[in-house]
């Protein structure tokens, strides 16, 4: 019998988004747990020869949901459904599924939002510093631009609201922090989030989602 062909217990739920596109929701908020099963999920699509044969085009993973994209005029929605419903059944966590890197950043802790961090979480600005460097994080995703890191990981004692009024320019490089999430701007843009510190941007580029990251204060 192929493997396939069996009804795989305790899937995550899909749906259609449009004509050449199928989303998994494995959750909801932003867990680790979660976001493990997502990036497991998505590492073991992304190595599949089967997946490319089937007309897969992309796989974009989120906090706790995973789209597939593919050529709707040649695939087989039925076969691609199999195949990532076998693949997720079968994920174990991000590690097992493709190579993961780690990413050592250095970063200036200059932002001008430190002292409002460490305000608002009755600290001072070196604990923020200390339990921001001193944190793993997993990227969960990459979006709003294109290397943008989400990053799974920040210390709850550092979790900061976004500032009421969002700035139109943020420089390339800022590291911030945004409710419970911390990111890296590639490049200028508007941004809500509490600006910390400065990284290189250009180290953005070879981050994928399920790498490591972690920073170095410089």
Known sequence: MNPLDIIMPNTPPRQAI???CLMWSFGNGIDRSISKRVLAAYRRIKASRRAVALGILDVAPAYNAMAVYFDAG??????????V????YNSADASESGRIQTHALPVR???PDLSRVAHLNGLDVSAVIDLHAGAEYIVAMVGFQPHF??????DDRIATPRLDSPRTHVPAG???IGGAQ???YPSQSPGGWNMIGTTDPSRLVPINPGDTV???IS
């Open 74 to 83: 040649r695939a087989d929605t039925v076969a691609i459904e199999q195949l």
């Open 18 to 20: 449009g004509d050449g």
């Open 214 to 216: 972690i920073f170095q």
């Open 182 to 184: 911390t990111g890296i």
């Open 174 to 176: 800022t590291v911030a």
């Open 109 to 111: 802790y200059d932002g």
């Open 149 to 154: 890191p989400y990053l799974i990981g920040l």
């Open 85 to 88: 419903d076998h693949l997720i």
